[in-house]
Every structure is written in structure tokens, then in C-alpha cells.
């Protein structure tokens, strides 16, 4: 959980609630560039004025589109969580994206691979500039870019059993956007014993999968056992462009949806997509 018990300075508050004073029609808001200017003149961070605006009754203009979905408290949830996503390559690199524009208050990104060439085709970060570069700080770069009021801590590690309870600490939820079977179920593992919900994704070719995994499920040993192979059929299938988007997309209202408290989530059931026909399929998992 992220540092969310400090309060903001009174002369923030104050300023903050001129401002919903006065508004004529509908909430107040606010902007990015006055945001900075009052985070500057405060001396806190961006995120800080965009959750004493929420409080106030202003609205972060980013924010305006979201509204209709998670209302203003999810909203404040959103700014006061901590997600983890492990793997920032073909599907962690749009999960994170998708993340920060949401407006989650702090993301962890634990990869430790490079950008290659054959990433080039489908990894959100992967530039022709960012080759050779550290998957984890570049896509870190680029949340900080793209919403200054996410705190985003990268590591360059792989995570294991001896690693996994430092990195994760303080996530509400983890994303798995790893690329082997046996990584994911470490990873499960790991989870399951830190008690908090696993957002699985996978792909292969035009087809990928999605499940929720809750604290106490049988997850991924439902549909895999104990034995699995080192790596999945994505590596003859393919990994066109598009697939790690769709996958993405589904894990990434998975998480807001865990981080909101909405009811409907993909527990006990993998959600089976297949782009090439068209179709969609579920498993249920014990």
C-alpha cells in the first residue's frame, strides 16, 4: 500500500477548495499543468494534489473520461493502490500503459531482460532508440511520461522464492505478463503465500488467455499440474502485434475491477480468445 496517511498541507487543501468553490456547472477540475504548478508550490508530489483534488470534490481533468466507469470513489482507490506487474515485454508493456493512464498510484516492474530486435513487432517500449535497454526502466520512463502521478519503481530481477516477498510488498494485486509456464507458477506461488490476487495472461498466435487468480485457488495447477514444459506453444504459434494488446486489455479491467471492489471478475474460469475465428471460450478451473 502506498503512503496515502499523510495529509495534505492545509494552504493545499485551501487552494483546492477555492477552486470547487468555484465551480458554476458540475464538479470543479483540474489540469496537468496547474497540478504540477500546485504540487511545485507545496512542495509534494503530482499524485499527492490529485488525491487531495478527489477529496475536495475536483476532478483531475485526466480522469474525466473514467468517471463513468469507477466514479470518483474508485477513482481514489485507483490513486491510493499498488499494482506489481511482472514481465514488461509483449503483454507487460500495455498492461503498464494501460495502468498508469487509468491512474494507479504506484506500479512495481520487475523484469530483467533487454529490449531485442525480435521485441520490435509487438513491445509497446521497444524502439529502434531503446534497443539493449533494460525492459523494466524504460517502460518505467515511459509511465512517468505519460502520468507524472504514478510512482513507478522498476527492478532489473527476475523473481524468484528467495526475491519475491521484497518486490511485491505493498501490492494489492500482480499482473503475470511473463512468457514461461514455470515463471508463472513461481509466481503463483509467490502470490498465494503473500495473499493477494494474480492477474494472469497469456498468448500464442491470434489466441491468448486470462484468468484471475484469488488468495487460496487452485489457479494455474487447475489447468497445468504440477509438471510443465519450460516454454509454451507461443514460440512456434507466433506473437503477432495485436495479440499481447487484447490479452492486456482484459488483465488490465481485471485489475481495476480487483482494485475497486466490483463484483464480476474471471475467478475459477479461464477466458479462452481466439482472433483468428472469432471466438470466445471458458474453462472452468477448480
Same mark, same amino acid.
Given at each position: 500500500?502506498?503512503?496515502?496517511?499523510?495529509?495534505?498541507?492545509?494552504?493545499?487543501?485551501?487552494?483546492?477548495?477555492?477552486?470547487?468553490?468555484?465551480?458554476?456547472?458540475?464538479?470543479?477540475?483540474?489540469?496537468?499543468?496547474?497540478? *504540477?504548478?500546485?504540487?511545485?508550490?507545496?512542495?509534494?508530489?503530482? #499524485?499527492?494534489?490529485?488525491?487531495?483534488?478527489?477529496?475536495?470534490?475536483?476532478?483531475?481533468?485526466?480522469?474525466? !473520461?473514467?468517471?463513468?466507469?469507477?466514479?470518483?470513489?474508485?477513482? !481514489?482507490?485507483?490513486?491510493?493502490?499498488?499494482?506489481?506487474?511482472?514481465?514488461?515485454?509483449?503483454? #507487460?508493456?500495455?498492461? /503498464?500503459?494501460?495502468?498508469?493512464?487509468?491512474?494507479?498510484?504506484?506500479?512495481?516492474?520487475?523484469?530483467?531482460?533487454?529490449?531485442? &530486435? =525480435? =521485441?520490435? =513487432?509487438?513491445?509497446?517500449?521497444?524502439?529502434? *532508440?531503446?534497443? #539493449?535497454?533494460?525492459?523494466?526502466?524504460?517502460?518505467? &520512463?515511459? @509511465?512517468?511520461?505519460?502520468?507524472?502521478?504514478?510512482?513507478?519503481?522498476?527492478?532489473?530481477? !527476475?523473481?524468484?522464492?528467495? =526475491?519475491?516477498?521484497?518486490?511485491?510488498?505493498?501490492?494489492?494485486?500482480?499482473?503475470?505478463?511473463?512468457?514461461?509456464?514455470? @515463471? *508463472?507458477?513461481?509466481?503463483?506461488?509467490?502470490?498465494?503465500?503473500?495473499?493477494?490476487?494474480?492477474?494472469?495472461?497469456?498468448?500464442?498466435?491470434?489466441?491468448?488467455?486470462?484468468?484471475?487468480?484469488?488468495?487460496?485457488?487452485?489457479?494455474?495447477?487447475? +489447468?497445468?499440474?504440477?509438471?510443465?514444459?519450460?516454454?509454451?506453444?507461443?514460440?512456434?504459434?507466433?506473437?503477432?502485434?495485436?495479440?499481447?494488446?487484447?490479452?492486456?486489455?482484459?488483465?488490465?479491467? &481485471?485489475?481495476?475491477?480487483?482494485? /475497486?471492489?466490483?463484483?464480476? /471478475?474471471?475467478? @475459477? !474460469? +479461464?477466458?479462452?480468445?481466439?482472433? &483468428?475465428?472469432?471466438?470466445?471460450?471458458?474453462?472452468? +478451473?477448480?
Amino acid at each position: 500500500m502506498m503512503d496515502t496517511d499523510r495529509s495534505p498541507s492545509a494552504s493545499l487543501c485551501a487552494a483546492l477548495q477555492q477552486l470547487a468553490a468555484t465551480a458554476e456547472d458540475g464538479p470543479a477540475a483540474i489540469g496537468v499543468l496547474q497540478t *504540477r504548478r500546485l504540487a511545485e508550490e507545496h512542495g509534494c508530489a503530482v #499524485g499527492d494534489v490529485e488525491r487531495a483534488a478527489l477529496a475536495s470534490g475536483v476532478l483531475p481533468e485526466r480522469y474525466r !473520461r473514467n468517471l463513468g466507469t469507477v466514479g470518483w470513489e474508485g477513482q !481514489r482507490r485507483l490513486l491510493a493502490s499498488t499494482v506489481a506487474v511482472v514481465g514488461a515485454g509483449g503483454i #507487460g508493456g500495455w498492461v /503498464i500503459e494501460g495502468l498508469a493512464r487509468m491512474g494507479v498510484g504506484r506500479l512495481v516492474v520487475i523484469d530483467c531482460d533487454r529490449f531485442e &530486435e =525480435n =521485441n520490435l =513487432n509487438r513491445q509497446l517500449g521497444c524502439t529502434e *532508440r531503446t534497443l #539493449g535497454l533494460p525492459k523494466a526502466e524504460v517502460l518505467a &520512463e515511459r @509511465a512517468a511520461q505519460v502520468n507524472a502521478a504514478v510512482m513507478v519503481t522498476p527492478h532489473v530481477a !527476475r523473481l524468484d522464492a528467495s =526475491n519475491a516477498s521484497h518486490l511485491l510488498r505493498g501490492a494489492q494485486v500482480v499482473v503475470d505478463a511473463l512468457d514461461t509456464l514455470p @515463471a *508463472r507458477m513461481d509466481l503463483q506461488r509467490a502470490a498465494q503465500a503473500l495473499g493477494i490476487p494474480m492477474v494472469h495472461g497469456a498468448i500464442a498466435g491470434y489466441s491468448c488467455q486470462v484468468t484471475t487468480v484469488m488468495p487460496g485457488d487452485a489457479g494455474l495447477t487447475a +489447468l497445468y499440474g504440477d509438471a510443465v514444459p519450460e516454454r509454451g506453444i507461443e514460440t512456434t504459434l507466433g506473437n503477432p502485434s495485436a495479440t499481447p494488446m487484447m490479452v492486456a486489455a482484459w488483465q488490465i479491467h &481485471e485489475v481495476i475491477k480487483l482494485l /475497486i471492489g466490483a463484483e464480476h /471478475i474471471l475467478r @475459477a !474460469r +479461464l477466458l479462452m480468445m481466439d482472433a &483468428e475465428f472469432g471466438e470466445f471460450g471458458e474453462i472452468e +478451473l477448480g
